[in-house]
C-alpha cells in the first residue's frame, strides 16, 4: 500500500467493517474484459456468501474464471472544503480481497448460505421453501487475502467507535 498509515491490517476490524456494510462489490474477469457488480451478501470471516438467478452473465464469469475481487466500504462522507476545491476529500472505510468462488449445489449448504445473507440483514435466521431455495443460484468466495483501508481522518484506536 502506497500510504501505509491508511492501512487497516487488524482481523478484528477488517471484519467489523464488512459487517457494517450493506453491499458488496464484486469484481470478475474473462478474456481480459472485466465486469464488476453489487451485491446482497453473507459473511462468516473465512467465506462470503451470495446468490444468483439460475443463469446470467455472472454466471458465464464465473464459470469462465474463478478468481475474484471484491470490496467493501462503510462511513462514507464526503468532507468539503469552502474555500478549495481541490482540497475536498472523502472520508471512508473499506476492505479489498481476493479469493476463489464455488457454486454451494448441496440443499442444506444452500439453505445455510441463505441464512448467511439474512443473517446479515435481519440479524435472524429464516425457513425457506424448497421451491424458493431451488429457484436461485448460491456461492461462496473463498477469501484468500484481505485488507483494509481507511481515509486519514479515521483514528484506527478508536475504529469501533467510528463503525
Not at 474477469?29 to 473465512?46: E, R, T, V
Not at 468466495?141 to 479515521?154: C, F, L, P, R
Request: hydrophobic fraction near 35%; charged fraction near 30%; include cysteine.
Amino acid at each position: 500500500m502506497q500510504q501505509p498509515e491508511k492501512e487497516i491490517t487488524n482481523r478484528i476490524h477488517i471484519d467489523q467493517i464488512i459487517q457494517k456494510s450493506t453491499i458488496c462489490r464484486l469484481a470478475l474477469c474473462q478474456d481480459n474484459k472485466p465486469y464488476l457488480i453489487p451485491l446482497s451478501f453473507g459473511y462468516d470471516g473465512p467465506k462470503i456468501y451470495f446468490h444468483t438467478s439460475l443463469e446470467g452473465m455472472k454466471i458465464e464469469y464465473m464459470r469462465r474464471n474463478n478468481q475474484v475481487c471484491f470490496e467493501f466500504e462503510h462511513d462514507i462522507r464526503i468532507l468539503g472544503d469552502k474555500a478549495r476545491g481541490c482540497d475536498w476529500s472523502v472520508s471512508f472505510l473499506s476492505v479489498i480481497g481476493f479469493g476463489k468462488v464455488a457454486e454451494i449445489t448441496k440443499y442444506e449448504a444452500k439453505v445455510a448460505a441463505l441464512n448467511q445473507i439474512m443473517l446479515h440483514y435481519s440479524s435472524r435466521t429464516w425457513e425457506f421453501d424448497k421451491k424458493s431455495v431451488d429457484n436461485c443460484r448460491l456461492w461462496r468466495i473463498e477469501i484468500e487475502s484481505m485488507t483494509g483501508k481507511k481515509s486519514k481522518d479515521k483514528d484506527i484506536t478508536n475504529l469501533e467507535q467510528n463503525i
